[in-house]
């Protein structure tokens, strides 16, 4: 089945199939009696991987939560809320600042009934909603309707008599059309019916049903504007599928675990190592090269195998689902602002993290004794030992970095980079012993390396801090706080490579007469670094007043907690109802761009703020086209509730939200957001659909090419 879907993926992206429905959650709804007096209705659903269902305790302004409406409650009570069953996840959510909670793999919902009469009859639907780490799709409702006999009173004698058993019609036995007579049937009060006619009305409530939903489809599609243009969609090739975001998100995890062990590597811990224990092994095996040579890649591969043990260690100890719930976690964010803020003061000089050094002595006293591949490994985990003090922190940094992206394999993946990066100098020394010599020395530069990440492991601390703050509340660390503090950090940063501020244990330089150099001389690499630090400071200030700052937006609070912005966006024209925006692109002879979006749709907002606010891109919207977006998990009601037939199956519109995501699936064949896709005037497709995609360039194109196809 794996297979299939991969196929069916693959030919879709070759052929322009890029609007599809996702029904990535399946419900089956069953009663179930407790006793003669309660009943409870059940909601199980079964959830694909990667996405998850909201629970029922979401507050006020953020996504969708699962609720129990009750459109008919005859002869029954709820009894109590509506209550999850399940392994439910709770974690704090950046963009609406709240913690939600969550099911995955599988939810169950269940509400109780207590039975007040001989019979009765209830009827609703379950409203849920549910995202994955690319889409959410609308709030969607699972209809239910069961009938049943409550506890039978106690007969009268002369109503003892034995009745004649009669077998319902059933609904294929039943009249095409409804007449008068039956309809009066289907509105008369149940309970007054024998046990014939009411079996007779349900039966004819299934017709009713679907007569009626075949009048209201009609109604909800005034005019050739919902007409279906799937077809002219997949014409135009070129969209994109949605991007594999776990292999892609493994990879930069496995890149930033090269870049943390590139700089352990030029730590003071670690870079006068490497010459030493090179030069060990060739001397070792003086007579036979070949053997040093060996000794030293192995030695390299143990550090892989220490490394690596270890990320396998840190999945092993929290599991995947904990890894998951760390990255929103207010209590264990504050841990790790606590942990970076303590490994930040070490590498500034402030003290000195260092293991027990028996561990380390007893280590290298077993190494000693020890022969063979042994020796080896045992010397690899000295060495991991000894330069705990340098690489400890940038560990410790890439450990809550990875461990909370949600990835199961995340922390072997950043280990595997981090100590192919720390090995690679032992073995390539060993291949080639002449580089040696022209590899840079030990010094002061080293130091300077440590300080440079005491400063950065100080932002990022920040970072931790601020999902804490958003899920408590506190707002001390608005998003203008935050940039203001990072760009202290990085101008800091700058003038600390410049030489302006030092701190302890910085070296002093000498001159040629042994006194101390008050005016050091800055080296050219550390000023174009400090360069980019005062330019990368300067970059930010703007965001203070509201800009938004893409290279950092993944870091800082979102822009709901900004206090004061300079201005907003211009997105030219802008509707909120269909046929309101196209009635106005009609008369203006103008294109129009469909936003199928929500409001709790996270990856809407991070389009909004780091595509949307493009110079290129606001000005083609504003300027060229009618823009329309329409909020699929809008909860206003219609005037009145409209029946629809989507898949031969009824089904019920009773929100603004249920009307657009209606029009969505039906005209598009897409559920998914955020959704774009150009039209005309008429409603025919200009482009193919676009979805979460932040190249603002591919955007920019995008857009061109609707306009291009629409004076064609």
């Not at 809320?81 to 439910?88: A, D, N, S």
């Not at 007579?287 to 040093?292: F, L, T």
């Not at 500034?348 to 293991?355: A, D, K, P």
Request: hydrophobic share 45%; net charge negative.
């Amino acid at each position: 089945m794996n297979r299939l879907k991969l196929i069916i993926v693959a030919l879709s992206a070759c052929f322009g199939l890029h609007a599809q429905i996702v029904e990535p959650v399946k419900f089956n709804v069953e009663q179930k009696l407790l006793s003669d007096t309660e009943f409870e209705v059940t909601f199980a659903a079964t959830i694909d991987a990667g996405w998850h269902v909201y629970g029922t305790d979401i507050a006020e302004g953020g996504p969708t939560k699962a609720e129990l409406k009750l459109e008919k409650q005859e002869g029954a009570e709820p009894v109590g809320p509506l209550k999850v069953r399940g392994k439910v996840h709770k974690g704090m959510d950046p963009i609406f600042n709240m913690e939600v909670s969550y099911l995955e793999g599988k939810a169950t919902f269940v509400q109780k009934f207590r039975i007040t009469g001989e019979k009765y009859a209830v009827a609703g639907f379950l409203t849920y909603g549910t995202c994955s780490d690319n889409n959410c799709l609308p709030p969607t409702d699972v209809n239910f309707s069961f009938l049943g006999d409550g506890p039978k009173k106690e007969a009268k004698v002369q109503d003892k008599l034995p009745v004649t058993e009669k077998k319902a019609p059933e609904v294929k036995d039943l009249p095409a059309k409804i007449t008068a007579e039956e309809q009066v049937i289907i509105e008369e009060d149940p309970y007054e019916l024998t046990e014939e006619e009411s079996a007779r009305a349900d039966s004819l409530v299934v017709l009713a049903q679907a007569k009626d939903s075949t009048v209201a489809e009609t109604a909800t599609v005034p005019n050739d504007l919902w007409a279906p243009v799937i077809d002219k969609l997949n014409d135009y090739k070129g969209g994109a599928m949605p991007e594999n975001v776990a292999s892609r998100s493994l990879l930069m995890i496995f890149l930033l675990g090269f870049l943390a062990g590139l700089a352990a590597l030029v730590t003071p811990c670690v870079w006068p190592i490497i010459p030493m224990t090179v030069s060990f092994f060739l001397k070792r095996n003086k007579d036979s090269r070949g053997k040093g040579i060996r000794d030293a890649v192995t030695y390299g591969l143990s550090i892989v195998v220490i490394y690596v043990g270890l990320g396998l260690v840190v999945t092993a100890a929290f599991g995947a689902d904990a890894l998951n719930a760390l990255a929103t976690n207010a209590v264990f964010n504050i841990i790790f602002f606590l942990m970076l803020l303590l490994f930040g003061a070490s590498f500034l000089g402030g003290f000195e993290l260092t293991l027990p050094s028996r561990w380390s002595n007893a280590v290298d006293s077993k190494a000693g004794k020890s022969t063979g591949l042994l020796s080896i490994f045992l010397m690899a985990f000295t060495l991991s030992l000894v330069s705990f003090s340098c690489t400890g922190p940038i560990i410790g940094f890439l450990l809550v970095e990875v461990g909370t992206s949600g990835q199961w394999a995340a922390p072997a993946m950043g280990m595997l980079g981090f100590a192919i990066a720390l090995a690679l100098p032992f073995t390539l020394f060993a291949l080639f012993p002449q580089m040696m010599k022209k590899a840079p020395k030990s010094g002061n530069w080293m130091n300077c390396v440590k300080v440079c990440l005491g400063f950065i492991e100080l932002a990022f601390a920040l970072k931790f801090l601020s999902v804490a703050d958003l899920a408590y509340g506190w707002g001390i660390l608005d998003r203008e706080v935050f940039l203001s503090l990072w760009i202290v950090l990085f101008a800091l940063l700058g003038a600390y490579l410049i030489g302006w501020i030092r701190f302890p244990h910085d070296e002093d330089e000498y001159d040629e007469m042994g006194e101390i150099v008050q005016h050091p001389r800055t080296g050219v690499t550390r000023f174009f670094v400090a360069l980019i630090s005062f330019a990368f400071a300067i970059y930010m200030i703007p965001g203070l007043w509201g800009a938004p700052c893409k290279a950092v937006s993944a870091f800082a609070p979102p822009m709901s907690t900004q206090d004061f912005k300079l201005g907003e966006s211009e997105t030219g024209k802008h509707f909120y109802d269909y046929e309101e925006g196209m009635a106005y692109a009609r008369e203006h002879d103008m294109p129009v761009l469909l936003d199928f979006t929500g409001y709790g749709c996270v990856n809407c907002r991070k389009m909004e703020a780091a595509v949307w606010t493009d110079a290129r891109v606001s000005r083609l919207i504003a300027e060229k086209y009618v823009l329309i977006s329409l909020y699929v998990d809008e909860k206003a009601n219609l005037a009145a509730p409209m029946e629809v037939t989507e898949n031969g199956r009824p089904r019920k519109l009773r929100t603004v939200g249920d009307k657009w995501s209606y029009l969505q699936r039906v005209k598009f064949g897409a559920n998914a957001q955020p959704f774009y896709v150009p039209v005309d005037p008429s409603g025919n497709p200009l482009n193919h659909s676009y979805g979460f995609d932040e190249d603002v360039d591919s955007y920019v194109r995008w857009l061109e090419t609707g306009l291009k196809n629409n004076r064609k």
